[in-house]
């Protein structure tokens, strides 16, 4: 897998439009397949990282979700963006590969959680990018993935809960429970940092 990834960064994007890209791989032509792979492949990645617990689960899902863009190209209608479209792919992908019992195994202990900020709002500024998506990227998979789906991709509970197969109670309290753990990786991190 790690060879496909290195092929693809390899390569430079053409003067192809969007337009022709769709069209060209609606008629299976090579060309706009391999200029879809190329200019469409790193921001794919940075999603499909985010859904992912490592580098090559994350290739795999990015090769899975090519493999069914190609696939499904000719149901995609200019209607809507066609990077949301494939993001959308991606996700559903992603969610595929992850173990829901994940959630009956993170529901447990709720009366634990703690609503209030325990840390003041400015520790976020001194935060950057990389960072922050590391510290996500260590959460459990049923916080980080509601996280990833209600935060990221601004998608609504009742969305969560019908995209996973959960309740929308399910989605709301793994997304609490997702935050009350980045506040205190973040405190961990800033306690460290004095």
Same mark, same amino acid.
């Given at each position: 897998?790690?060879?496909?990834?290195?092929?693809?960064?390899?390569?430079?994007?053409?003067?192809?439009?969007?337009?022709?890209?769709?069209?060209?791989?609606?008629?299976?032509?090579?060309?706009?397949?391999?200029?879809?792979?190329?200019?469409?492949?790193?921001?794919?990645?940075?999603?499909?990282?985010?859904?992912?617990?490592?580098?090559?689960?994350?290739?795999?899902?990015?090769?899975?979700?090519?493999?069914?863009?190609?696939?499904?190209?000719?149901?995609?209608?200019?209607?809507?963006?066609?990077?949301?479209?494939?993001? /959308?792919?991606?996700?559903?992908? +992603?969610?595929?590969?992850?173990? *829901?019992?994940?959630? &009956? !195994? %993170?529901?447990?202990?709720?009366?634990?959680?703690?609503?209030?900020?325990?840390?003041?709002?400015?520790?976020?500024?001194?935060?950057?990018?990389?960072?922050?998506?590391?510290?996500?990227?260590?959460?459990?998979?049923?916080?980080?993935?509601?996280?990833?789906?209600?935060?990221?991709?601004?998608?609504?509970?009742?969305?969560?809960?019908?995209?996973?197969?959960?309740?929308?109670?399910?989605? /709301?309290?793994?997304?609490?429970? +997702?935050?009350?753990?980045?506040? *205190?990786?973040?405190? &961990? !991190? %800033?306690?460290?940092?004095?």
């Amino acid at each position: 897998m790690s060879t496909f990834v290195a092929y693809i960064e390899s390569l430079n994007p053409s003067e192809l439009t969007e337009a022709d890209i769709i069209k060209g791989c609606q008629k299976g032509d090579a060309r706009a397949q391999k200029e879809l792979v190329v200019r469409y492949s790193p921001l794919l990645m940075t999603v499909s990282r985010r859904y992912s617990k490592d580098n090559e689960l994350a290739k795999d899902i990015l090769q899975e979700t090519l493999i069914k863009v190609f696939k499904n190209i000719h149901k995609y209608k200019p209607t809507g963006s066609f990077v949301g479209w494939m993001r /959308r792919i991606l996700i559903n992908t +992603a969610l595929q590969t992850f173990d *829901k019992s994940c959630f &009956k !195994r %993170e529901i447990s202990g709720l009366g634990e959680l703690n609503l209030q900020p325990s840390m003041p709002p400015d520790v976020y500024d001194h935060l950057g990018e990389e960072e922050l998506l590391a510290l996500i990227d260590q959460l459990p998979e049923g916080f980080k993935q509601v996280f990833n789906l209600y935060v990221i991709e601004g998608m609504s509970h009742k969305e969560i809960a019908e995209m996973l197969g959960v309740t929308e109670s399910t989605s /709301r309290s793994q997304l609490v429970r +997702a935050r009350n753990s980045l506040r *205190k990786m973040l405190t &961990k !991190r %800033e306690k460290i940092r004095v």
